[in-house]
Every structure is written in C-alpha cells, then in structure tokens.
C-alpha cells in the first residue's frame, strides 16, 4: 500500500524579503514566512493530516517551517530527520548580492538563466545547477524518503524553492524546458499521493503558488 508525501517551501526568509541570492546562507524567517508556515500547519490540520516522519534541510528557515507545521498539526514531538541533502541549491559567488543588482551587472538574460535553467551554474567553484541539485536530493530520495511513503507511511518534507524543484520534476514528468517555468509558493503544502511503482497517483496543491520569489 502506497503512502502519502507532503512537500513544502520554508516561508519566507529574511533574504527572500531582500530580494538577495540566499543558496547555502542561513538567514530566518520572516514574520510573514512564519505566518506562512503557521498557515501550512493549519490548512494540513484542517484535513485532519498526520505524519510518521518528517525531513528537513539543516538550514533554519526550513528547519523552523517544519517544525511549525508539526505544531500546527498536534505533532510537536515526531521525529524529524535533518540533512543538507535536502539544501536550498549552492549559488556560488551569487550568494549574498541583490538579485536586482545582478541583472544590471550581467543582465536579465543571464540571471535567468543562473536561477531558472537546468544545467547552467552560477558562477563560483561551489556554485550548483538545478541538475546539481538533484544529483544529491534524488538519491536522498529514494534511498530514505521513498521506501517509507511505498511502505504507507505519511511523510513531511520542508525543504527549499530548487531542492524541491529538482523532486518536483522528475515527480511531475517536466522537461529541461518546461523546469524553467515552475516556481513554488513559499509555505504552500503540496499533497502527493504515490502508486505502489513510486509514479504519482495524484497532487493536490493547497494554497496559491503564484507568490513565488
């Protein structure tokens, strides 16, 4: 019998409200990205959710989304699994600047492409594409999340916008093309429910994604 996988965007942080480049930096949430994660821990509650076990990141803004949803759904004390498996994508030399500055420095064309493409990486030696990204959260995958859903489990992810996105596309059947359009809202649970062969059975998204930063 076939679980029940929820994945969520940590809300939004200190760094998302500056508009900068964050990657592997640790900055917190915001007031608002804590009432988003209060928000995903009510709407899961209201759908009478409950977990066996929950991942994470090792970085806070995800760490405190999870465990805010943990308490929002009465399950404060669950297990919860972290590794920086499960890390936001490394953006190199990008980490820290304004996104806006970047553009004027290299140019709208070229930052999109460093945020939004597949395979480009940004530049510096730590910096990691999307393909990057998934080389070390689709093995974490399946090695650790996976096998619990197929054994019936319920399991809560609270990760980041391209970790995420990397699950999200093979989950999903995008292409390198199509990836580039796909943004995830920030607090915004989405409900995945597996086949026993691990292909989705079917995805709920509960909350509007178009608040993407």
């Known amino acids: 019998m076939s ?57 806070v803004r995800a760490e405190r989304t999870c465990q805010m949803i943990l308490d929002g759904v009465g399950q404060s004390d669950l297990e919860t699994i972290h590794d920086q498996a499960l890390n936001e994508r490394n953006y190199g030399d990008l980490a820290g ?14 930052v999109h492409i460093w945020r939004r493409s597949y395979d480009t990486p940004p530049p510096g030696d730590d910096g990691e ?8 959260v689709w093995p974490y ?26 699950l999200v596309m093979i989950l999903d059947g995008h292409t390198k093309e199509s990836i580039t359009q796909l943004n995830l809202g920030t607090g ?5 429910r597996l086949h026993a062969d691990s292909t989705v059975a079917a995805k709920e998204v509960l909350g509007d994604m178009s608040g993407a930063h």
């Open 3 to 59: 679980g029940t996988m929820v994945l969520v965007r940590h809300g939004q942080s200190e760094w998302n409200k500056k508009n900068l480049f964050t990657g592997w930096r640790d900055p917190d949430l915001t007031e608002q990205g804590v009432a988003e994660a209060i928000e995903a821990g009510k709407v899961l509650a209201e759908r009478g959710m409950k977990f066996d076990i929950a991942f994470t990141s090792v970085l």
């Open 188 to 192: 915004v649970p989405m409900v995945y």
């Open 141 to 166: 995958y399946m090695t650790e999340i996976l096998p619990r859903v197929l054994r019936g489990q319920t399991v809560l992810v609270a990760a980041h916008g391209n970790s995420l996105r990397s």
């Open 97 to 110: 600047l304004n996104k806006d500055d970047a553009r004027a420095k290299w140019g709208e064309d070229q």
């Open 129 to 136: 594409s999307l393909r990057d990204t998934g080389a070390r």
